[in-house]
């Protein structure tokens, strides 16, 4: 009875081995550069203000549509205006037409993106958003096209080529799109006179966000939380208390919970190295920092990042005191950290 081969011993067909050209890699950027320059060297700046300033006295909600990638970078445009409180939205042209259509008021303005100007998707869009009273505004690269003769403005996006060999796979055309499109979003934000505060109350949950909203008093630790002790305390009764807390120090305090000031881990084997056996007689009081770097607890969360990392030397905590010095909290360097800033 015969066996089968081992799958082993199989003779498979191999493919070819590929590689990048380093040569060819940069010559590819450098043509895209070249296209991209094309852009910038021949877009209509009088005809991208008149569309700026428009976006900018809209009453109503910006929408943007497209098909494809041109519908990507039309999302994308509308997330940024959005990131910065301007009323946006995306529509899907497809969508549109069975039942979406019904967001659209003749307050708003629909931007269409499209290379060609002639998706048969949008041209079919135009008709029923007119009907609701929306102000149409088509942005091509391609001219003519049917797109323009239908909306009441037309931005055009010069295009010399595509990157692909074949001029057919869209990558320079939605790429300055993308830069036409996040360029008039800034220019928005500048003429909205969009604060710091503002643009990080629309972005709570990131790092710039947080750094401009938490306060000291948000993320330190209080009450029970806090390693204190009194000056009086010894040493070696307070290793519990210096460990257990996960902070990195004590808290010398006085009867009135004024702060006195700070002893660390540090300062603990600084002192066992020098005083050997007569730590056991050391206290607190004696050996502790009566001058360490303190911070109120309205202060900004990322000022007390800032202050940690301070010369001489960076710490990795800070006493939280009141205008009268009473400590109330204590902030970490790892609170900070995993609180996202």
Not at 91 to 118: E, R, T
Not at 297 to 316: I, L, W
């Amino acid at each position: 009875m015969g066996s089968l081969s081992s799958p082993s011993v199989l003779s498979l067909p191999s493919k070819p081995t590929t590689q990048i050209d380093p040569n060819h890699l940069l010559n590819l950027f450098k043509s895209q550069q070249k296209y991209l320059n094309h852009f910038f060297q021949n877009l209509d700046l009088t005809q991208t203000l008149t569309f700026t300033q428009t976006l900018l006295k809209t009453q109503g909600t910006i929408f943007f549509t497209g098909v494809g990638k041109s519908g990507f970078v039309a999302q994308k445009i509308s997330q940024t205006l959005i990131s910065l409180g301007i009323k946006s939205g995306f529509l899907s042209p497809v969508d549109a037409l069975h039942g979406d259509i019904g967001i659209l008021s003749n307050q708003d303005i629909l931007v269409l993106f499209s290379k060609s100007g002639n998706t048969e998707e949008l041209l079919r869009l135009v008709p029923c958003a007119k009907g609701k009273g929306v102000f149409l505004i088509s942005v091509t690269s391609k001219l003519p096209n049917s797109l323009t003769g239908l909306c009441d403005m037309n931005v055009h996006l010069p295009l010399e080529r595509e990157l692909c060999p074949f001029d057919l796979a869209p990558v320079t055309s939605t790429a300055i799109q993308m830069v036409f499109g996040d360029t008039v979003a800034i220019a928005l934000m500048d003429a909205r006179n969009l604060t710091k505060n503002e643009y990080a109350a629309n972005h709570p949950a990131g790092r710039i966000g947080k750094s401009l909203i938490f306060k000291v008093k948000d993320v330190m630790k209080k009450q029970e939380e806090l390693p204190v002790c009194r000056e009086g305390d010894l040493i070696m009764d307070q290793l519990v208390e210096l460990t257990s807390k996960g902070c990195g120090c004590l808290l010398v305090i006085d009867g009135e919970f004024h702060l006195i000031g700070t002893f660390t881990d540090g300062d603990l084997r600084r002192t066992l190295k020098a005083s050997g056996e007569d730590i056991f007689k050391l206290t607190v009081g004696e050996m502790c920092n009566r001058n360490p770097r303190t911070i109120s607890p309205n202060a900004m969360a990322v000022e007390a990042m800032q202050k940690m990392e301070a010369p001489p030397s960076p710490v990795q905590f800070l006493p939280v005191i009141n205008h009268e010095n009473i400590l109330i909290g204590i902030v970490t360097l790892h609170g900070l950290v995993s609180a996202g800033l």
